[in-house]
């Protein structure tokens, strides 16, 4: 069946690094693209941005340029989101999601990421 | 940005009832328009689409409706599987936006 599944929980702490991986099965991955978004604890919903998983552009929101990086590896059809030099408030979950012809249908299970010294 | 705002922010009503959320856009949308359901420590799943298209899988209870700037998502009879929170987003233009959710909770 079509599936999202993310990588597991991360604790980090201020000023390191961390990449969330987003592996697709049960549908060609090139053919939909990949949005990421981010729901900080006890808040709403917030789109990062996506990316094209044809030629690997990728689109950033407003507050998401700079420390995060949108990549893929389609020979395992995986969608991978960095973030760099973290702090206190990107903890949060961070969510993939495939944009599909009716909008963002298939979601992976979420990871978490915490930063804290 | 397209702002989008949705109310209300909390929903108290009992299995059985009908309810309705709104959500306005900012800016016409024209029918570029999703709602999401989303229980605790769960990821989002996708209940309408386009305003008013139902996702497959999706009971039929939920409906939805608008275009250009107001829109609603209406459960025309609360099951208690319903209890959890919705969000509308807009995909007409970049960067997409969610509201800013509503929770539906046992009356």
């Known amino acids: 069946q079509v599936q999202l599944v993310q990588s597991g929980s991360e604790l980090k702490k201020p000023g390191a690094s961390v990449k969330v991986s987003c592996k697709a099965s049960?549908?060609?991955?090139?053919?939909?693209?990949m949005n990421w978004v981010r729901q900080a604890p006890g808040q709403g919903l917030e789109w990062m941005g996506w990316?094209?998983?044809?030629?690997?552009?990728?689109t950033y929101a407003q507050g998401f340029t700079g420390r995060f990086v949108f990549s893929l590896d389609t020979s395992v059809s995986t969608a991978y989101l960095q973030i760099s030099s973290l702090k206190a408030e990107d903890t949060a979950v961070y969510f993939c999601?495939?944009?599909?012809?009716?909008?963002?249908?298939?979601w992976g299970e979420g990871t978490t990421v915490t930063v804290s010294s | 940005d397209i702002q989008m705002t949705q109310f209300p922010s909390t929903l108290s009503a009992s299995v059985g009832d009908r309810v309705t959320i709104t959500c306005r856009a900012s800016?016409?949308?024209?029918?570029?328009l999703a709602w999401y359901q989303q229980k605790p420590g769960k990821a989002p799943k996708l209940l309408i689409y386009k305003a008013s298209g139902l996702e497959s899988g999706v009971p039929s209870r939920f409906s939805g409706s608008g275009s250009g700037t107001e829109f609603t998502l209406t459960i025309s009879s609360l099951q208690p599987d319903d209890f959890a929170s919705y969000y509308c987003?807009?995909?007409?233009?970049?960067?997409?936006?969610f509201g800013q959710g509503t929770k539906l909770e046992i009356k």
């Open positions: 990316i094209n998983t044809n030629t690997g552009k990728p």
């Open positions: 987003q807009q995909y007409n233009t970049y960067p997409y936006t």
């Open positions: 999601a495939r944009r599909g012809s009716t909008s963002m249908d298939v």
């Open positions: 800016q016409s949308i024209s029918s570029w």
């Open positions: 049960g549908y060609t991955f090139t053919s939909y693209a």
